[in-house]
């Protein structure tokens, strides 16, 4: 369901901000931000943005008028487990531990679609609520709440990524699959979904952990057979799971080798977290040019450890930003890019704004190698935008009016923001109707 007519033009008028490269690596002559700028929108994608004394747009066009709120490209989630949202904010355990108390029973009760159903629709309107315009998800084993997914983002006319969660070990009754079934079952999602209007299917082994060295290999097959598909899973979160793969994989060189062995490696893999990685793992990850996915508050919230993002990123590896609901804390990326820049802190460095705004949005959709399409404001993407209220609390408001440029002005946004902070959202160019409470 969408608001108003589909696909009329529209000229939307505030405060821009876009990207012409990437500020980590370029610097900041690559922001352009207009006081007064334009955008306009036709068809669903965006025709022309600029400032607003230059736009030329139809006579009789719908307007928008946001006045000093922000508008720029929609935030994109690089890894989340919408399966996760109702345990979201689970007490007291680090990650095996956490899983098997909490995550495990949770994505159990996936087996029942009306339930994958419920929790789908309602994950889309938290994240849509809060900004998130795209997003790369796992599911859980079963491919009812792959289903869901894909049927409530399709709905919405979401660009949306996703795939059924594998495990054949190390995982309760009622929560394995096997290498065949997994493979089966993957593929057949795969076909029925991927590059279906807008969604992209996911090949997903949750974790070496959970797979067996068979599983790993029959999916490794399949992506050898669907190459264009991504490639998602988890590395290298908590030293305690480091130490298990080598128990699990006495073989391998370290943990990246438990998937490359299995033809798990490649430039349209997205691995998550990646916090402790050997100098093997950043050479092979660099010259494969696979995504990583730094998960800021779930590397706090878990007690996971400090990703290196500026080391690695300038190393030259390719990072977007993730939620990781639910052992992320948080559906809003305005916090998790607050969480990226606390981490930052304790690494040494502190992230401009604008390298913050960059990775949420530009640089996760680099790593879901969707940077052509959705991530930022320019001629030809497809019209993903966010509305920013940039006083949208009375602590925000204060810092706020006595800003004197535009990043003091976004940063009290950045670290104190919520959906409070999101006055509008527009999917493929359309008003996002407000999610009814
Ligand atoms: N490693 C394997 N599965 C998970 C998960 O669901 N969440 C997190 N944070 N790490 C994982
Ligand atoms: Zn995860």
Same mark, same amino acid.
């Given at each position: ?45 965006? /025709? ?25 490209? @929609? ?13 979201? *904010? ?5 990650? &095996? ?10 994505? %159990?009760?996936? +087996?029942?679609?009306?339930?994958? =159903?419920?929790? *789908? ?11 998130? %315009?795209?997003?790369? !998800? ?12 894909? /049927? ?5 006319? &979401? ?21 065949? /079934?997994?493979?089966? #079952? ?6 029925? $979904?991927? +590059?279906?209007?807008?969604? @992209? ?18 999916? @490794?097959?399949? $992506?050898?057979?669907?190459? #264009? ?12 799971? &480091? ?7 006495? =073989?391998?060189?370290?943990?990246? =080798? ?15 977290? *990646? ?12 010259? %494969? ?34 939620? #990781? ?6 559906? !809003? ?10 981490? @930052? ?28 399409? &959705? ?16 006083? !949208? ?11 004197? %440029?535009? $990043? ?9 923001? =919520? ?19």
């Amino acid at each position: 369901m969408t608001g108003g007519m589909t696909n009329t033009t529209k000229l939307i008028l505030g405060q821009t901000l876009y990207f012409n490269g990437n500020p980590l690596t370029e610097g900041l002559g690559v922001v352009e931000h207009y006081r007064h700028g334009a955008v306009l929108v036709e068809g669903g994608k965006i /025709s022309w943005v600029g400032p607003a004394d230059h736009v030329a747009p139809p006579i009789g066009v719908e307007t928008f008028h946001y006045g000093e709120k922000l508008i720029m490209a @929609g935030f994109v989630d690089a890894h989340l487990h919408y399966p996760q949202t109702a345990m979201i *904010a689970s007490w007291g355990k680090r990650l &095996i531990e956490w899983l098997n108390t909490f995550t495990f029973p949770e994505e %159990t009760r996936f +087996g029942d679609a009306q339930y994958a =159903d419920l929790i *789908a629709k309602r994950y889309f309107d938290l994240a849509v609520g809060h900004g998130t %315009t795209s997003m790369c !998800s796992y599911a859980t084993i079963h491919p009812e709440s792959v289903n869901a997914f894909f /049927s409530e983002g399709q709905r919405r006319g &979401i660009r949306a990524y996703a795939g059924k969660t594998c495990m054949d070990r190390n995982a309760p009754d009622g929560l394995r699959d096997d290498a065949q /079934s997994s493979y089966d #079952d993957s593929k057949a999602l795969a076909e029925k $979904w991927h +590059g279906k209007d807008r969604l @992209g299917y996911v090949i997903t082994p949750r974790f070496s952990p959970t797979s067996s060295p068979e599983q790993l290999e029959a999916l @490794g097959a399949l $992506w050898a057979e669907k190459p #264009d598909c991504l490639m998602q899973t988890h590395i290298s979160e908590q030293l305690e799971e &480091i130490a298990w793969v080598r128990q699990l994989f006495p =073989d391998a060189r370290d943990y990246l =080798d438990t998937y490359e062995r299995y033809g798990l490696l490649g430039k349209n893999a997205v691995y998550g977290h *990646a916090i402790h990685l050997t100098e093997r793992e950043k050479a092979r990850l660099l010259e %494969t040019g696979a995504g990583l996915a730094h998960c800021p508050t779930s590397n706090t919230f878990i007690g996971s450890g400090v990703f290196d993002l500026k080391g690695l990123s300038d190393a030259g590896q390719n990072i977007g930003l993730a939620t #990781d609901i639910g052992g992320g804390s948080s559906f !809003s990326m305005l916090r998790t890019m607050a969480a990226a820049y606390e981490i @930052g802190q304790l690494n040494g460095t502190a992230l401009h704004p604008a390298e913050l705004l960059w990775l949420a949005t530009c640089g996760s959709a680099k790593v879901l190698h969707a940077d052509d399409l &959705i991530g930022n404001l320019a001629a030809g993407m497809e019209a993903d935008i966010v509305v920013l209220d940039l006083s !949208s609390t009375p602590a925000i408001a204060q810092r706020h009016a006595e800003a004197d %440029t535009i $990043w003091e002005s976004i940063f009290p946004t950045i670290m104190m923001g =919520d959906d409070r902070a999101i006055s509008d959202v527009f999917i493929a160019g359309e008003l996002a109707p407000k999610p009814v409470a």
